[in-house]
């Protein structure tokens, strides 16, 4: 047998389980640990400016492609509980990272040693496993596990805390007859799927709400021949974005209180019957239940059995990973086309595409300031299918998704439950390095922006390219426009007079200069005719210079964006007008009907 460390047989194991890439911060309880990954080579660090970053960039690079999962390493202490909102963030979205945290000596840890803290304790609740690993021969063990957790049921996130003594240990490992664990996913049986199937077909108006679990199985192409064999409207949650084209004859649009489109909702409103695949009933998706589920069936279908009936409850579940469930779906629908039993859904989703092409906003405004709402438009010709969009929360990224345009799955990364402030700089460099000849554009309002600006730097010393749009009104965008709930504007604007940038007037931080100092490159937008030569510029500069470029748009300080104040998704508030001409949507998917 082989003798090595613990932290040589950990990182031996990483390699065995197709980890190519890592991301995070040395420190001294996990230098053991940096030893061996130098040691033993094969796997590539991309050394972050902050541990939570560490853990987004794990995040994103997971996102990028199936099979991935991202790795972060952080030092005892303060480390871990950096990563606590990456972990978060993570099994929200259930996304599989691993986050390996150095801990003090084990003769010390209850001791108050320097740096010395419970991270397991602390991380277990957002985790599917959280362990301090207090003997050096179960390390392969706990790693081996980690990866069969990962990937089975419910994907999600582990941490897996290793005290330096521990690491510097000798152990018998043989990594050459090292196998990974067999993955557990459920399956859905054919009696399942048949009865589901009987219920959509003794429907008039069904919808298919697609998830983002669909995406985590890499069923998207099954998803969409389901769809095209029984001829179902899609309505993708935001998670799910992109599983089929948004020009596709069967996307119906979004729905929801803020990331929806008018024709979704409006769609949704008229169906009879929902079969939703790897969706969790998100509470900005479905608003008020008694609205969401009124007059309507359901079928859920999702990996987590405990997710069935967890919002509401549902006419019939089916507890299954979405592939498997798919390939039944598929299979049957084969069949019962083949039978001449399938109903004809042609008037419905006609309807569904005809209201696509009358319930529009608009884009195109000419104001200086700028409008949000232009920036996407110019987005939309300027960057094409190819793209793959990442953005977190707020104003900008509600905006976002209600008026740019996504192709295909994995393509829009978002981050949907826990969507902290900060996440889209290192996930987008996550999402870069995953896919270094991708197109990668990044979506930011400034306050998202600012939390997390010195992961730039990671992108400029690493050569890590992307485009970064960030939309600049000098405000809490979405937490002003919910403070017009309580008649009041408080402690919400950012704005300050910069001494060293007189020429921003009272747009404060000078995004520019800051993005330069971190050895990017960056053009600020004060006219939305200059828009579509800036993000010209962008890509030829990020290709060029293989950095992070910003383009900053400056916007008008106030604009209220189209959502519900009621928590009903049948009354979404239209704060601006709406599109009455072609020329008021010309990137619309549908040509403007009036």
């Given at each position: 047998?082989?003798?090595?460390?613990?932290?040589?047989?950990?990182?031996?194991?990483?390699?065995?389980?197709?980890?190519?890439?890592?991301?995070?911060?040395?420190?001294?309880?996990?230098?053991?640990?940096?030893?061996?990954?130098?040691?033993?080579?094969?796997?590539?660090?991309?050394?972050?400016?902050?541990?939570?970053?560490?853990?987004?960039?794990?995040?994103?690079?997971t996102?990028?492609?199936?099979?991935?999962?991202?790795?972060?390493?952080?030092?005892?202490?303060?480390?871990?509980?950096?990563?606590?909102?990456?972990?978060?963030s993570?099994?929200?979205?259930s996304?599989?990272?691993?986050?390996?945290?150095?801990?003090?000596?084990?003769?010390?840890?209850?001791?108050?040693?320097?740096?010395?803290?419970?991270?397991?304790?602390?991380?277990?609740?957002?985790?599917?496993?959280?362990?301090?690993?207090?003997?050096?021969?179960?390390?392969?063990?706990?790693f081996?596990?980690?990866?069969?957790?990962?990937?089975?049921?419910?994907?999600?996130?582990?941490?897996?805390?290793?005290?330096?003594?521990?690491?510097?240990?000798?152990?018998?490992?043989?990594?050459?007859?090292?196998?990974?664990?067999?993955?557990?996913?459920?399956?859905?049986?054919?009696?399942?799927?048949?009865?589901?199937?009987?219920?959509?077909?003794?429907?008039?108006?069904p919808?298919?709400?697609?998830?983002?679990?669909?995406?985590?199985?890499?069923?998207?192409?099954?998803?969409?021949?389901?769809?095209?064999?029984t001829?179902?409207?899609?309505?993708?949650?935001?998670?799910?974005?992109?599983?089929?084209?948004?020009?596709?004859?069967?996307?119906?649009?979004?729905?929801?209180?803020?990331?929806?489109?008018?024709?979704?909702?409006?769609?949704?409103?008229?169906?009879?019957?929902?079969?939703?695949?790897?969706?969790?009933?998100?509470?900005?998706?479905?608003g008020?239940?008694?609205?969401?589920?009124?007059?309507?069936?359901?079928?859920?279908?999702?990996?987590?059995?405990?997710?069935?009936?967890?919002?509401?409850?549902?006419?019939?579940?089916?507890?299954?990973?979405?592939?498997?469930?798919?390939?039944?779906?598929?299979?049957?629908a084969?069949?019962?086309?083949?039978?001449?039993?399938?109903?004809?859904r042609?008037?419905?989703?006609?309807?569904?595409?005809?209201?696509?092409?009358?319930?529009?906003?608009?884009t195109?405004?000419?104001d200086i300031?700028?409008?949000?709402?232009?920036?996407?438009?110019?987005?939309?010709?300027?960057f094409?299918?190819?793209?793959?969009?990442?953005?977190?929360?707020?104003?900008?990224?509600?905006?976002?998704?209600?008026?740019?345009?996504?192709?295909r799955?994995?393509?829009?990364i978002n981050?949907?439950?826990?969507?902290?402030?900060?996440?889209?700089?290192?996930?987008?460099?996550?999402?870069?390095?995953?896919?270094?000849?991708?197109s990668?554009?990044?979506?930011?309002?400034?306050?998202?922006?600012?939390?997390?600006?010195?992961?730039?730097?990671?992108?400029?010393?690493?050569?890590?390219?992307?485009?970064?749009?960030?939309?600049?009104?000098?405000?809490?965008?979405?937490?002003?426009?919910?403070?017009?709930?309580?008649?009041?504007?408080?402690?919400?604007?950012?704005?300050?007079?910069?001494?060293n940038s007189?020429?921003?007037?009272?747009?404060?931080?000078?995004?520019?200069?800051?993005?330069?100092?971190?050895?990017c490159?960056a053009?600020?937008?004060?006219d939305?005719?200059?828009?579509?030569?800036a993000?010209?510029?962008?890509?030829?500069?990020?290709?060029?210079?293989?950095?992070?470029?910003?383009?900053?748009a400056?916007?008008?300080?106030?604009t209220?964006?189209?959502?519900?104040?009621?928590?009903?998704?049948?009354?979404?508030?239209?704060?601006?007008?709406?599109?009455?001409?072609?020329?008021?949507?010309?990137?619309?998917?549908?040509?403007l009907?009036?």
């Amino acid at each position: 047998m082989a003798r090595m460390t613990a932290a040589r047989a950990a990182v031996e194991i990483l390699k065995r389980e197709g980890v190519a890439d890592a991301f995070g911060v040395p420190g001294a309880a996990i230098n053991p640990f940096y030893a061996a990954l130098k040691a033993s080579g094969g796997i590539t660090h991309t050394l972050a400016r902050h541990v939570e970053g560490a853990s987004h960039m794990a995040e994103g690079y997971t996102r990028a492609h199936p099979g991935n999962i991202g790795v972060c390493i952080g030092t005892s202490g303060p480390a871990g509980t950096d990563m606590i909102t990456g972990l978060y963030s993570a099994t929200g979205d259930s996304i599989p990272i691993l986050c390996i945290t150095g801990q003090a000596p084990t003769a010390v840890i209850h001791k108050e040693d320097f740096q010395a803290v419970d991270i397991a304790s602390i991380a277990k609740p957002v985790t599917k496993m959280a362990v301090t690993v207090l003997e050096a021969a179960q390390v392969p063990g706990v790693f081996q596990q980690a990866f069969h957790l990962m990937r089975s049921g419910r994907p999600g996130p582990v941490l897996i805390d290793l005290p330096i003594d521990v690491q510097l240990t000798e152990i018998e490992f043989d990594p050459e007859t090292y196998e990974p664990l067999p993955v557990y996913k459920p399956a859905a049986t054919r009696a399942q799927i048949e009865k589901a199937i009987r219920m959509l077909n003794a429907s008039e108006r069904p919808l298919i709400v697609a998830g983002g679990g669909i995406i985590n199985a890499d069923a998207a192409g099954l998803l969409v021949e389901f769809a095209e064999l029984t001829g179902t409207p899609v309505v993708p949650t935001l998670m799910g974005w992109g599983l089929l084209p948004d020009d596709h004859e069967l996307n119906a649009g979004m729905v929801g209180l803020q990331t929806s489109h008018r024709y979704g909702n409006a769609t949704f409103l008229e169906s009879d019957f929902v079969l939703g695949i790897g969706n969790r009933w998100a509470n900005r998706h479905t608003g008020k239940l008694d609205v969401y589920t009124a007059g309507r069936t359901f079928v859920h279908v999702d990996i987590e059995p405990t997710q069935i009936g967890r919002i509401f409850a549902p006419d019939y579940g089916i507890a299954s990973d979405a592939r498997a469930a798919l390939e039944l779906f598929v299979e049957v629908a084969r069949e019962l086309k083949a039978a001449g039993a399938l109903p004809d859904r042609s008037a419905w989703a006609g309807a569904a595409q005809e209201r696509k092409a009358t319930l529009q906003r608009r884009t195109h405004f000419d104001d200086i300031p700028i409008k949000p709402q232009r920036v996407y438009e110019e987005m939309n010709k300027a960057f094409g299918p190819e793209t793959r969009y990442v953005s977190t929360i707020g104003l900008s990224q509600i905006a976002g998704a209600q008026m740019l345009h996504v192709y295909r799955p994995r393509h829009w990364i978002n981050c949907g439950q826990a969507g902290p402030l900060g996440w889209t700089v290192p996930a987008a460099l996550g999402v870069a390095k995953a896919d270094p000849e991708a197109s990668v554009v990044a979506l930011s309002g400034d306050y998202d922006f600012q939390f997390m600006l010195e992961e730039l730097a990671v992108g400029a010393q690493h050569r890590i390219p992307y485009v970064h749009v960030l939309v600049n009104n000098s405000y809490l965008g979405l937490i002003r426009q919910a403070q017009r709930a309580f008649e009041i504007d408080f402690q919400v604007n950012l704005e300050f007079e910069n001494l060293n940038s007189p020429e921003l007037g009272v747009y404060g931080v000078d995004h520019v200069k800051v993005a330069e100092g971190l050895g990017c490159k960056a053009i600020r937008v004060t006219d939305p005719a200059e828009l579509a030569d800036a993000f010209e510029q962008a890509k030829k500069l990020a290709a060029e210079h293989r950095v992070p470029v910003v383009v900053e748009a400056i916007l008008e300080r106030v604009t209220n964006i189209s959502m519900s104040t009621t928590n009903d998704i049948g009354n979404v508030v239209e704060f601006e007008e709406i599109a009455t001409e072609p020329g008021h949507a010309p990137t619309s998917i549908r040509t403007l009907k009036v």
